[in-house]
């Protein structure tokens, strides 16, 4: 127990004003040699506690026996190295408040934590070889290009159970072994972990943390966590963790009240209870609050390569009368209601992450018109990456729900997000929170029959994947799951026994190849240059029609929206390019368990005025469907002539096909 610190004057300073961002390589425990002699050094931050002591399995939890050393340099941190103890031992503090109450907390700052209910820190250590060069490389070059997200959000301990081993949840190991595959055969860009820092309330779903810098160890080891961020890179995926600064609970070994005052939280409950979550919030205005929060970011990205942070409750942060009556917030200084410290917080931890890993990536779950989250911070805005688009979302999934009788007069709900689409950086997000609390899943909020749901749930997924913006979609939708989401279950993998279920599940993979192949899906998303009314008035036949456009010179993509159940022959839709254009994609298509209602073969413009343009061409509307439509080639004029001439009983289409098909033998027979 001799006089050792990893504490220079320097770190001291920086952690008093507030710029101190790389605690985690100084308070916590951590495995070091002092004076030729292996053991642990500890470090704990309790400015006012009496006296802090180190307890754990080493000493049989004896309170008097490894006292801990106040620094003399009124940091209000606490030390002691510990020789002849290392990694697996289990330990708290415990800690005497001024008023002489006796505390026992687990660190802040350990990078395990023992099994809840279990509530003891571990000392580890965070080795790791690392085999994800070539993913780090490709990621610092791509950081400015666009690129495609298509995100798929899941809770760890319900993705997948093994019901024949007493319904436990996979490890890390086995998700490294399952999942990785399961999402890249998906062809999702990107996986989205809720909280997986340690939390010891499971119905939380991982949203009331503790541990903020371990892993659950529900699923392993830290490092079984780093293979399995590993493994997801080597396939070319990234891996956004969801991460919570604007709420923590107060269970009596957390650091609510951690050294007998009110230190991480803020006295009065006016700022410091949270009433939706029945919780304590951060005060940020506290400099050493704001290093634990930042450092804490820093960490999962340095430490364990995540490639971002999805922020929750963003806007539980942003407003000091959020969730509040009259009477139960305080103003801020200039008597609005707006968090000026959280908002300063927000805006540092930003341009923090952005110094440091400009090649990660923020995102906001903001559900207020507050401007500019995903706009950066020299400009006024929050210095976010995206910001989840929760008008869409609320607005997409209203109008699904009507019975297609009554969506003519209700157009507006399906085409008001692309007002103000461009005015963020939007992922449109089909998250967890939307099949929970008797909401139903996505499939049964559709309307209709059996047949009309699962068309629904293929037209809205085609629509969302064709929308501006940037994408994300919780477990269970992609196989069109049955029921509510239960955490405490699997999803309902026996589902793809059927073709219905199997073909949603063949779409969203279909989708995500477009999006990944198709610049003019993600090169514009978050620009108007990418994106094209071409109508959104036939509110009759409840039809929207859009251009989405990808960098120069690549081909147009015209899609329809169709959202009755009735077919539609010779519809005209204007296009913006002359020539020949192809159905690349059709919800209705039998392969996804649709009717068939295809546009097959070539489909040729006319040189019709149609919604203001020169050209048209006619097609199949298909029931309760969405069809993208890709722009092929010119087209000679003798072609466009001989598809002018009517052929009785031949459909547009047939018609397109076969005058292309002559044009073909022609040429041919010119060529030999």
């Excluded at 070059?141 to 319904?167: C, F, K, L, T």
């Excluded at 820092?197 to 079984?224: K, N």
């Excluded at 009477?327 to 908002?343: D, H, R, S, V």
Aim: charged share 20%; aromatic share 14%.
């Amino acid at each position: 127990m001799t006089n050792f610190s990893l504490l220079t004057e320097f770190d001291v300073y920086l952690f008093k004003e507030g710029r101190h961002f790389h605690l985690f390589e100084k308070l916590g425990s951590h495995l070091v040699a002092h004076e030729g002699i292996n053991g642990v050094y500890f470090a704990v931050w309790a400015p006012n506690a009496r006296q802090v002591a180190l307890i754990g399995s080493f000493n049989m939890w004896n309170k008097t026996s490894h006292p801990m050393n106040a620094r003399p340099d009124h940091s209000g941190i606490w030390e002691i190295f510990v020789p002849a103890i290392g990694r697996g031992e289990i330990y708290k503090y415990a800690i005497i408040s001024p008023e002489g109450k006796n505390l026992e907390k687990t660190d802040p700052y350990a990078y395990m934590w023992e099994t809840p209910p279990k509530t003891a820190s571990v000392v580890w250590d965070l080795n790791y070889e690392w085999k994800d060069q070539a993913w780090m490389e490709r990621r610092k070059i791509m950081a400015d290009q666009p690129q495609p997200y298509s995100v798929y959000e899941i809770h760890a301990g319900s993705w997948r159970r093994r019901g024949e081993e007493g319904n436990r949840s996979l490890s890390y190991r086995e998700m490294a072994e399952e999942l990785v595959p399961y999402v890249k055969e998906m062809g999702f860009t990107h996986i989205e972990f809720m909280p997986i820092m340690e939390y010891p309330y499971e119905p939380s779903w991982g949203y009331q943390v503790l541990g903020y810098y371990a892993p659950s160890s529900r699923f392993g080891t830290p490092q079984d966590f780093m293979r399995l961020i590993d493994r997801f890179h080597e396939e070319e995926i990234g891996v956004i963790l969801d991460w919570v600064p604007s709420h923590f609970p107060n269970d009596a070994h957390g650091i609510a009240w951690f050294d007998g005052t009110y230190l991480y939280e803020h006295a009065d409950p006016r700022l410091g209870f949270h009433p939706d979550w029945k919780s304590a919030i951060y005060n940020y205005g506290r400099n050493e609050v704001r290093c634990f929060l930042i450092s804490n970011a820093l960490f999962w990205l340095k430490m364990y390569h995540a490639d971002g942070l999805r922020v929750d409750a963003v806007a539980s942060m942003l407003y000091l009368d959020y969730s509040r009556k009259a009477g139960e917030w305080i103003p801020n200084i200039f008597g609005g209601n707006q968090n000026l410290q959280a908002i300063s917080f927000l805006r540092e931890l930003n341009e923090t992450i952005y110094n440091d890993f400009p090649d990660a990536i923020t995102i906001a779950e903001e559900s207020t018109s507050y401007t500019g989250v995903s706009r950066p911070v020299y400009t006024g805005g929050l210095g976010f990456n995206q910001k989840w688009m929760m008008g869409w979302m609320h607005d997409t999934l209203g109008y699904m729900k009507r019975d297609p009788m009554y969506r003519k007069w209700h157009q507006g709900e399906i085409t008001f997000s692309l007002i103000y689409a461009f005015t963020e950086n939007f992922m449109l997000p089909l998250s967890h929170d939307e099949v929970v609390y008797g909401k139903g899943s996505l499939l049964t909020r559709m309307p209709g029959d059996e047949w009309q749901k699962f068309a629904n749930l293929r037209l809205m997924f085609g629509y969302m994947f064709t929308h501006p913006g940037s994408r994300l979609l919780f477990m269970g939708g992609e196989i069109a799951q049955g029921g509510e989401w239960n955490f405490m279950g699997s999803l309902d993998w026996w589902l793809l026994d059927s073709p219905m279920h199997k073909g949603v599940q063949q779409l969203v993979k279909d989708l995500n190849h477009l999006n990944k192949v198709k610049s003019a899906i993600y090169w514009h998303a978050f620009s108007h240059e990418g994106f094209e009314w071409i109508a959104h008035d036939d509110t009759q036949n409840s039809v929207i029609s859009y251009i989405r456009k990808g960098k120069e010179g690549d081909k147009p993509l015209v899609v329809v929206c169709h959202f009755q159940p009735s077919v539609i022959y010779g519809y005209s839709i204007g296009v913006p390019v002359a020539g020949e254009w192809k159905e690349i994609l059709n919800t209705d298509d039998k392969k996804y368990g649709g009717g068939g209602v295809l546009n097959g073969g070539q489909i040729i413009s006319a040189q019709e005025k149609t919604h203001g343009r020169d050209q048209s061409v006619s097609i199949i509307l298909a029931p309760l469907a969405t069809m993208v439509f890709e722009w092929v080639q010119p087209v000679e004029a003798r072609v466009i002539k001989e598809l002018q001439t009517e052929t009785p009983g031949q459909s547009a289409p047939k018609k397109a096909a076969k005058a292309v098909k002559k044009a073909e033998l022609g040429n041919n027979a010119g060529a030999r």
